[in-house]
Nanobody
Framework: QLQLVESGGGLVQPGGSLRLSCAVSGFTLDDYSIGWFRQAPGKQRELVASIRSGGGTNYVDSVKGRFTISRDNAKNTVYLQMNGLKPEDTAVYYC???????????WGQGTQVTVSS
């Protein structure tokens, strides 16, 4: 059974750092693109960063230079390193896996990130 489990969220002061983890099971990262999305209250869910099966990455402009997405195939885990956090980064962060063969999407349950002094 395909499953994604996020962890690493929490409360951090502006300028601080967090590392989110997305542990996947039931599939191999080689066959999927992984994306980190976030959704703030009253706003639409947005794609923050993604990493393709070939390793290429993309970021939304607002996090470029501050966030880094990476993956460890041996651990079947994808990470989102978030530095220089701002209050506007506050949101629930979700991990998404999209099959490169079928286009099917799978979601984790989300992890809350709150940036506040």
């Amino acid at each position: 059974q395909l499953q994604l489990v996020e962890s690493g969220g929490g409360l951090v002061q502006p300028g601080g750092s967090l590392r989110l983890s997305c542990a996947v099971s039931g599939f191999t990262l080689d066959d999927y693109s992984i994306g980190w999305f976030r959704q703030a209250p009253g706003k639409q869910r947005e794609l923050v960063a993604s990493i393709r099966s070939g390793g290429g990455t993309n970021y939304v402009d607002s996090v470029k230079g501050r966030f880094t997405i990476s993956r460890d195939n041996a651990k079947n885990t994808v990470y989102l390193q978030m530095n220089g956090l701002k209050p506007e980064d506050t949101a629930v962060y979700y991990c998404n896996a999209r099959s490169k063969w079928t286009g099917s999407d799978y979601w984790g349950q989300g992890t809350q990130v709150t940036v506040s002094s």
